[in-house]
């Protein structure tokens, strides 16, 4: 293996071969003559005043913050992973400390980055037009055409005056002469941003002190101005034009920032299926019908975005999407096929590309990086495989990470064997000497080696880059340059001699304007995942009351032996079994045993996370539904959807059932629950999403009181048992004190209907929860000309209609065998069956029930003769 | 040389379709040595967007969507065309010897060479492997004029392959072509269009139609045709040469020439979305009957 000392005179004397051949241009020495000199001796005046600072706070409190500060981030949901295959999402590891970039040195780094996208997007214009570079031979054909990114059917796609760039990222290291370092281009969904701004939301609300002695720059410009951006790519109803970002749905481990923009940006979330291609439009289906969407932030792989002309197999796209565009209907931001520029074997081109569009020398630098699709250049990574980072051009599956220097004999054959095979496929990049930032991530004041992403946007004619971006520290600095994620991220800030000025994404209106209210479309998608996070919530909440109710009994049995405690019991695990809708359970085969023993059932209808009808999968439901609305939820109680996954996962043996432990849990959960629909009642504005969320509470709320009334009223009891298991019913449904107030201690089932059943002031009642169904279901948007109702809006009224004309005194009729109450039954049966009608209704109505996609090709080809 | 087309696809599916976006290439385009009189696409039921444009590679390729719900779509294209090939193609394309071709493409920027460059690199169903170059490679001795090694690879794909439709699919890889040795049209195009560019050479697969001729003394069976494809080689300054290696024969006055691409997935005749519709099945019917040609 060759020393350092070798590669840096190989790398020299390459360069001086090469610098009048053309092609390939490399900058190079990373501050490599720096690398004696101690660690944060020529540290930055800021810098030191800052860890002056730090060193007056103390490692003890700086570690408490951090902890503060990794859990806001935590419970706002800033998670790097997936909700769907785990409940405990991870989330970034924050490092306190923030990058501090002077003034002069960012005016630098900006300048650089803005004449950079500009020269990529004129690269991208060539590419997907004239190509004129390839004809003129400043970029060699492979470097196009075998690039994944490069898309044929985006050929000719936007006119030339259209920008195929808006947004832009450059991941850069600062090397150890300070100057910084291009070493990845991004293009293709360029991620980070929402994360920078969550880092520095939550810096603000820890680490407030710390501002103080510096002017830093404000984030919210660079969104205002992409919001902007956004707004003006729109072809059509420029005025106010409808954007959406879409994203490829809640198992994509950057969802969080998906919904994270649309919030700040003020823009529905939305997924593939939830736009449609009509007339040569793109639309968004939402609760009011259809509604053109203009503008398109797009979060997916360009080759899964339009299933008709790219990839076929893609779920996540819009058939047709591409001819939208070509109509001019429709814009993305970026354009479709922007992914062509995420090819590392453009960076050693584009010194002699920025000469040729732009007449100028590059002012930022890319990290040394040798294309093999040249011979000489193959020949040079070859000999330096072990002291170079490989990357291909574009994503290859299943390709190791090569970190340089850790790659053993056979590994180095089969690196040589795979760039030897398909040469124009690999870059060696030199591995950059970074210069190491203070961190602080072990519990005390280090240096770290540093990279930065940084984020622009297109303005105008040109550029803005958001003045700060998402650092990220780790112990290596290989593995810094290779992974994408990992580490710890830090806010970046960007120093200013202005005072800071608010900016946020409030627009100033003239003087004389009157501002239409404009009530945004509500998804079809995020309409009905309000629903279910309505129904979950409320189902979740039924269930663990009857769990309580029957935990308070098992205690009570247990404590006194009371053979009518025990017929009590077995009735209320019965109506768990019914209510939950879990069979047998304690119902059908196996029950007896399970009567006689109810504990491992009961912890498993707590906590088996894969059994419908379970506590815990009831609330996993609540936790999916509202992950995918939470750009539509109060951020509180978002935090309070995300507590109760953390807290409900109960881990007690079977034998604690009786020890109140699982009690406890439940009050808390029960707690949790309704701080949760207090929060939404007291913050959410009476618009579609609320009464959606309403609407599926009641909704769920009515049919767990059927299912419950069902199971313990409509059997007969002795009158020993009777006032018991009507006390039980009352308590579970927290009526116990109303009634008692009402109707003093006669425990009588009349009364007890009227309170539970036809109250409609009573907001535990069944009646009450149809009411508030037909008042918010009348609210509702309606799309159509109305010459007649709904059905929806018929089906409430049926079944209130028939609650109505039921008379308490008749529902407690006893059968001829004095076994039950029939008409009770009957009712009951009929109102669940309308309820049920009603969910169905809605679903049609305003969620439009999705179609499943298929493709459909020619035939296969047989010709002979 | 003159020819009425008629290309019917039907689809029918199990239950309705609710939306229904396609993009077909299925109108023959112009080449030197083919003129297209007529072309009309039909559809039903009646489409809404129905547009053409040219692809990047000027192919005539024509977008539709069905917008309201049908259990059955039907789609016809019909044309008329004029053939005439260059009886000196041949020849012209064998002035310069395969190997003198390959250093060109990198140093020679004529617009010719520019143009067939993306036909040169692997595609998703056209990729070079060394098996491939392997295989082709005795076709190719060095300093073998282009346009007779070409014809020789045509005719060993046709000796060494037997037309078995039904074992093959579109998915199926050429790695398993090469080795089972059985296929039909498209395996054999996307085969000779593999092995040149495994060669180095620029390849492209056409998409099209051929004649068919009765077994002598029985009438012509019309919609009994079906559509056909074969690779076509670029040979520097006479342009592109086309071989059909399912039929072992130059492409001559007897091929209708849709559309070429870097494989099939470029000029698939027709693809589409469908939002519902259950199962479905998809019949086609091809008629190449030649016309009189009449005066004008």
Same mark, same amino acid.
């Given at each position: 293996?060759? +020393?350092?000392? $070798?590669?840096?005179?190989?790398?020299?004397?390459?360069?001086?071969?090469?610098?009048?051949?053309?092609?390939?241009?490399?900058?190079?020495? #990373?501050?490599?003559?720096?690398?004696?000199?101690?660690?944060?001796?020529?540290?930055?005046? @800021?810098?030191?005043?800052?860890?002056?600072?730090?060193?007056?706070?103390?490692?003890?409190?700086?570690?408490?913050?951090?902890?503060?500060?990794?859990?806001?981030?935590?419970?706002?949901?800033?998670?790097?992973?997936?909700?769907?295959?785990?409940?405990?999402?991870?989330?970034?590891?924050?490092?306190?400390?923030?990058?501090?970039?002077?003034?002069?040195?960012?005016?630098?780094?900006?300048?650089?980055?803005?004449?950079?996208?500009?020269?990529?997007?004129?690269? #991208?214009?060539?590419?997907?037009?004239?190509?004129?570079?390839?004809?003129?031979?400043?970029?060699? =054909?492979?470097?196009?055409?075998?690039?994944?990114?490069?898309?044929? =059917?985006?050929?000719?796609?936007?006119?030339?005056?259209?920008?195929?760039?808006? #947004?832009?990222?450059?991941?850069?290291?600062?090397?150890?002469?300070?100057?910084?370092?291009?070493?990845?281009?991004?293009?293709?969904?360029?991620?980070?941003?929402?994360?920078? &701004?969550?880092?520095?939301?939550?810096?603000?609300?820890? *680490?407030?002190?710390?501002?103080?002695?510096?002017?830093?720059?404000?984030?919210?410009?660079?969104?205002?101005?992409?919001?902007?951006?956004?707004?003006?790519?729109?072809?059509?109803?420029?005025?106010?034009?409808?954007?959406?970002?879409?994203?490829?749905?809640?198992?994509?481990?950057?969802? *969080?920032?998906?919904?994270?923009?649309?919030?700040?940006?003020?823009?529905?979330?939305?997924?593939?299926?939830?736009?449609?291609?009509?007339?040569?439009?793109?639309?968004?289906?939402?609760?009011?019908?259809?509604?053109?969407?203009?503008?398109?932030?797009?979060?997916?792989?360009?080759? !899964?975005?339009?299933?008709?002309?790219?990839?076929?197999?893609?779920?996540?796209?819009?058939?047709?999407?591409?001819?939208?565009?070509?109509?001019?209907?429709?814009?993305?931001?970026?354009?479709?096929?922007?992914?062509?520029?995420?090819?590392?074997?453009?960076?050693?081109?584009?010194?002699?590309?920025?000469?040729?569009? &732009?007449?100028?020398?590059?002012?930022?630098?890319?990290?040394?990086?040798?294309?093999?699709?040249?011979?000489?250049?193959?020949?040079?990574?070859?000999?330096?495989?072990?002291?170079?980072?490989?990357?291909?051009?574009?994503?290859?599956?299943?390709?190791?990470?090569?970190?340089?220097?850790?790659?053993?004999?056979?590994?180095?054959?089969?690196?040589?064997?795979?760039?030897?095979?398909?040469?124009?496929?690999?870059?060696?990049?030199?591995?950059?000497?970074?210069?190491?930032?203070?961190?602080?991530?072990?519990?005390?004041?280090?240096?770290?080696?540093?990279?930065?992403?940084?984020?622009?946007?297109?303005?105008?004619?040109?550029?803005?880059?958001?003045?700060?971006? #998402?650092?990220?520290?780790?112990?290596?600095?290989?593995?810094?340059?290779?992974?994408?994620?990992?580490?710890?991220?830090?806010?970046?800030?960007?120093?200013?001699?202005?005072?800071?000025?608010?900016?946020?994404?409030?627009?100033?209106?003239?003087?004389?304007?009157?501002?239409?209210?404009?009530?945004?479309?509500?998804?079809?998608?995020?309409?009905?995942?309000?629903?279910?996070?309505?129904?979950?919530?409320?189902?979740?909440?039924?269930?663990? %009351?009857?769990?309580?109710?029957?935990?308070?009994?098992?205690?009570?049995?247990?404590?006194?032996?009371?053979?009518?405690?025990?017929?009590?019991?077995?009735?209320?695990?019965?109506?768990?079994?019914?209510?939950?809708?879990?069979?047998?359970?304690?119902?059908?085969?196996?029950?007896?045993?399970?009567?006689?023993?109810?504990?491992?059932?009961?912890?498993?209808?707590?906590?088996?996370?894969?059994?419908?009808?379970?506590?815990?999968?009831?609330?996993?439901?609540?936790?999916?539904?509202?992950?995918?609305?939470?750009?539509?939820?109060?951020?509180?109680?978002?935090?309070?959807?995300?507590?109760?996954?953390?807290?409900?996962?109960?881990?007690?043996?079977?034998?604690?059932?009786?020890?109140?432990?699982?009690?406890?849990?439940?009050?808390?959960?029960?707690?949790?629950?309704?701080?949760?629909?207090?929060?939404?009642?007291?913050?959410?504005?009476?618009?579609?999403?609320?009464?959606?969320?309403?609407?599926?509470?009641?909704?769920?709320?009515?049919?767990?009181?059927?299912?419950?009334?069902?199971?313990?009223?409509?059997?007969?009891?002795?009158?020993?048992?009777?006032?018991?298991?009507?006390?039980?019913?009352?308590?579970?449904?927290?009526?116990?004190?109303?009634?008692?107030?009402?109707?003093?201690?006669?425990?009588?089932?009349?009364?007890?209907?009227?309170?539970?059943?036809?109250?409609?002031?009573?907001?535990?009642?069944?009646?009450?929860?149809?009411?508030?169904?037909? %008042?918010?279901?009348?609210?509702?948007?309606?799309?159509?000309?109305?010459?007649?109702?709904?059905? $929806?809006?018929?089906?409430?009224?049926?079944?209130?209609?028939?609650?109505?004309?039921?008379?308490?005194?008749?529902?407690?009729?006893?059968?001829?065998?004095?076994?039950?109450?029939?008409?009770?039954?009957?009712?009951?049966?009929?109102?669940?069956?309308?309820?049920? %009608?009603?969910?169905?209704?809605?679903?049609?109505?305003?969620?439009?029930?999705?179609?499943?996609?298929?493709? !459909?090709? +020619?035939?296969?080809?047989?010709?002979?003769? | 040389?003159? *020819?009425?087309?008629?290309?019917?696809?039907?689809?029918?599916?199990?239950?309705?379709?609710?939306?229904? %976006?396609?993009?077909?290439?299925?109108?023959?385009?112009?080449?030197?040595?083919?003129?297209?009189?007529?072309?009309?696409?039909?559809?039903?039921?009646?489409?809404?967007?129905?547009?053409?444009? !040219?692809?990047?590679?000027?192919?005539?390729?024509? @977008?539709?969507?069905?917008?309201?719900?049908?259990?059955?779509?039907?789609?016809?294209?019909?044309?008329?065309?004029?053939?005439?090939?260059?009886?000196?193609?041949?020849?012209?394309?064998?002035?310069?010897?395969?190997?003198?071709?390959?250093?060109?493409?990198?140093?020679?920027?004529?617009?010719?060479?520019?143009?067939?460059?993306?036909?040169?690199?692997?595609?998703?169903?056209?990729?070079?492997? +060394?098996?491939?170059?392997?295989?082709?490679?005795?076709?190719?001795?060095?300093?073998?004029?282009?346009?007779?090694?070409?014809?020789?690879?045509?005719?060993?794909?046709?000796?060494?392959?037997?037309?078995?439709?039904?074992?093959?699919?579109?998915?199926?890889?050429?790695?398993?072509?090469?080795?089972?040795?059985?296929?039909?049209?498209?395996?054999?195009?996307?085969?000779?269009? /593999?092995?040149?560019?495994?060669?180095?050479?620029?390849?492209?697969?056409?998409?099209?139609?051929?004649?068919?001729?009765?077994?002598?003394?029985?009438?012509?069976?019309?919609?009994?045709?079906?559509?056909?494809?074969?690779?076509?080689? *670029?040979?520097?300054? /006479?342009?592109?040469?086309?071989?059909?290696?399912?039929?072992?024969?130059?492409? /001559?006055?007897?091929?209708?020439?849709?559309?070429?691409?870097?494989?099939?997935?470029?000029?698939?005749?027709?693809?589409?979305?469908?939002?519902?519709?259950?199962?479905?099945?998809?019949?086609?019917?091809?008629?190449?009957?030649?016309?009189?040609?009449?005066?004008?």
């Amino acid at each position: 293996m060759l +020393s350092e000392n $070798d590669v840096n005179s190989d790398i020299k004397q390459f360069q001086e071969q090469r610098q009048h051949s053309g092609g390939q241009s490399f900058a190079r020495e #990373l501050g490599r003559f720096d690398q004696t000199s101690e660690p944060g001796q020529s540290r930055p005046a @800021h810098d030191n005043q800052l860890l002056q600072t730090l060193n007056k706070l103390g490692n003890k409190r700086l570690d408490k913050r951090r902890k503060e500060a990794q859990r806001l981030l935590r419970e706002n949901g800033a998670t790097f992973n997936d909700f769907e295959t785990s409940d405990t999402s991870r989330s970034w590891q924050f490092d306190p400390i923030p990058l501090i970039i002077g003034r002069e040195d960012w005016a630098q780094v900006e300048q650089g980055l803005v004449q950079r996208a500009e020269l990529l997007n004129l690269i #991208l214009h060539d590419m997907y037009g004239p190509r004129e570079l390839l004809a003129k031979g400043l970029l060699p =054909p492979e470097l196009v055409y075998t690039h994944k990114g490069f898309l044929w =059917p985006c050929v000719g796609l936007l006119p030339p005056e259209e920008k195929y760039l808006n #947004l832009y990222s450059a991941n850069l290291a600062k090397g150890k002469d300070g100057r910084f370092w291009v070493f990845e281009d991004f293009a293709q969904p360029p991620f980070g941003s929402g994360y920078a &701004l969550e880092n520095r939301i939550v810096m603000t609300r820890s *680490f407030a002190r710390l501002f103080q002695d510096f002017q830093v720059h404000r984030l919210a410009m660079y969104f205002r101005t992409l919001r902007n951006r956004l707004a003006q790519l729109a072809r059509h109803n420029r005025a106010e034009p409808t954007i959406v970002v879409l994203t490829p749905g809640p198992e994509h481990p950057l969802y *969080f920032e998906h919904s994270y923009l649309a919030s700040y940006l003020g823009c529905p979330l939305v997924q593939g299926a939830d736009l449609v291609v009509r007339n040569g439009c793109v639309w968004l289906k939402t609760v009011s019908g259809l509604r053109q969407v203009d503008v398109i932030l797009q979060r997916l792989a360009d080759d !899964l975005c339009d299933p008709l002309e790219l990839r076929a197999d893609s779920l996540f796209g819009v058939p047709g999407l591409l001819e939208a565009i070509r109509l001019g209907n429709c814009a993305t931001a970026n354009a479709i096929g922007s992914g062509a520029l995420q090819n590392p074997a453009l960076l050693s081109f584009l010194p002699s590309l920025a000469k040729e569009l &732009l007449g100028e020398e590059l002012i930022l630098p890319s990290v040394a990086t040798w294309w093999c699709g040249q011979p000489r250049e193959r020949e040079f990574v070859l000999q330096h495989l072990n002291q170079l980072i490989i990357r291909p051009i574009h994503p290859l599956p299943g390709l190791p990470a090569s970190i340089p220097g850790r790659l053993n004999e056979s590994q180095l054959a089969e690196w040589r064997q795979r760039i030897i095979a398909n040469p124009h496929l690999f870059v060696g990049q030199e591995i950059s000497s970074l210069t190491t930032a203070p961190s602080f991530v072990s519990g005390q004041i280090e240096e770290r080696p540093c990279v930065l992403s940084t984020y622009l946007t297109a303005k105008d004619d040109s550029y803005v880059a958001m003045s700060g971006g #998402l650092a990220r520290v780790d112990d290596d600095e290989a593995k810094l340059l290779v992974a994408q994620s990992g580490g710890y991220s830090k806010d970046t800030w960007v120093l200013t001699a202005e005072p800071k000025k608010e900016v946020n994404l409030w627009r100033l209106a003239q003087p004389d304007q009157l501002i239409e209210p404009l009530l945004g479309p509500l998804p079809s998608r995020a309409a009905e995942n309000l629903y279910w996070a309505g129904r979950y919530a409320e189902r979740s909440e039924a269930t663990a %009351r009857l769990l309580r109710s029957i935990l308070i009994k098992f205690r009570e049995y247990s404590e006194f032996r009371d053979p009518d405690d025990r017929l009590s019991l077995e009735h209320l695990l019965r109506a768990l079994t019914h209510v939950t809708v879990t069979y047998p359970g304690f119902v059908g085969e196996g029950g007896r045993k399970k009567l006689a023993d109810p504990r491992s059932e009961l912890m498993s209808l707590a906590r088996d996370v894969d059994r419908p009808g379970s506590l815990r999968s009831s609330l996993r439901g609540f936790g999916q539904a509202a992950y995918i609305v939470r750009d539509l939820l109060p951020t509180d109680a978002w935090r309070i959807v995300d507590n109760i996954q953390q807290n409900w996962n109960p881990r007690f043996s079977i034998t604690q059932i009786g020890s109140g432990r699982l009690h406890d849990s439940i009050n808390q959960l029960l707690v949790q629950l309704s701080a949760f629909s207090g929060l939404n009642n007291d913050n959410m504005a009476r618009e579609t999403d609320w009464l959606l969320l309403k609407i599926g509470r009641s909704l769920e709320r009515a049919l767990n009181l059927i299912a419950l009334l069902r199971a313990t009223l409509v059997p007969y009891f002795k009158p020993s048992m009777e006032a018991q298991m009507f006390e039980t019913v009352l308590a579970n449904s927290n009526s116990l004190i109303t009634y008692r107030r009402r109707y003093r201690s006669f425990m009588q089932l009349p009364t007890i209907l009227e309170l539970l059943l036809c109250d409609e002031n009573y907001p535990r009642s069944l009646a009450y929860q149809l009411r508030q169904l037909e %008042r918010m279901i009348a609210e509702l948007p309606a799309e159509r000309e109305q010459s007649q109702a709904d059905p $929806d809006t018929l089906l409430i009224s049926e079944v209130l209609a028939t609650l109505r004309g039921s008379e308490p005194k008749a529902l407690a009729q006893l059968s001829r065998n004095n076994d039950c109450y029939p008409l009770l039954e009957e009712l009951l049966t009929q109102q669940k069956d309308q309820l049920e %009608r009603l969910s169905e209704a809605l679903m049609n109505l305003y969620f439009s029930p999705s179609l499943v996609p298929q493709q !459909l090709g +020619s035939a296969r080809l047989d010709r002979a003769s | 040389m003159r *020819f009425r087309v008629t290309h019917i696809t039907a689809y029918e599916y199990k239950d309705a379709v609710a939306l229904c %976006r396609n993009q077909a290439y299925l109108l023959p385009r112009q080449t030197p040595w083919q003129h297209c009189l007529i072309s009309t696409l039909e559809i039903d039921p009646q489409p809404v967007d129905l547009r053409e444009r !040219l692809d990047p590679f000027g192919n005539r390729v024509s @977008h539709f969507a069905l917008q309201h719900a049908h259990k059955k779509l039907t789609v016809t294209a019909k044309s008329e065309i004029k053939i005439k090939t260059d009886p000196e193609r041949f020849a012209a394309a064998n002035r310069n010897s395969w190997d003198q071709l390959i250093p060109q493409l990198r140093s020679n920027k004529s617009p010719e060479i520019l143009a067939a460059l993306p036909f040169l690199y692997d595609s998703p169903l056209a990729g070079s492997s +060394s098996a491939l170059s392997d295989y082709a490679r005795p076709s190719f001795p060095n300093g073998r004029p282009l346009a007779d090694a070409a014809m020789d690879l045509m005719s060993r794909i046709y000796q060494d392959f037997t037309y078995q439709p039904g074992v093959t699919t579109v998915a199926t890889p050429l790695s398993q072509v090469l080795k089972t040795r059985q296929g039909v049209c498209q395996d054999f195009a996307h085969l000779g269009v /593999a092995c040149l560019r495994s060669l180095g050479l620029p390849a492209r697969y056409v998409s099209g139609y051929i004649e068919t001729l009765p077994p002598p003394g029985q009438p012509r069976l019309v919609g009994a045709d079906a559509s056909h494809a074969w690779f076509s080689v *670029f040979t520097g300054d /006479a342009g592109w040469l086309d071989f059909d290696p399912t039929n072992n024969q130059l492409i /001559a006055d007897q091929h209708v020439t849709v559309a070429w691409g870097r494989d099939f997935d470029d000029v698939s005749p027709l693809r589409g979305v469908a939002l519902g519709g259950g199962e479905h099945s998809v019949q086609v019917s091809v008629d190449v009957e030649r016309v009189s040609e009449m005066p004008t």
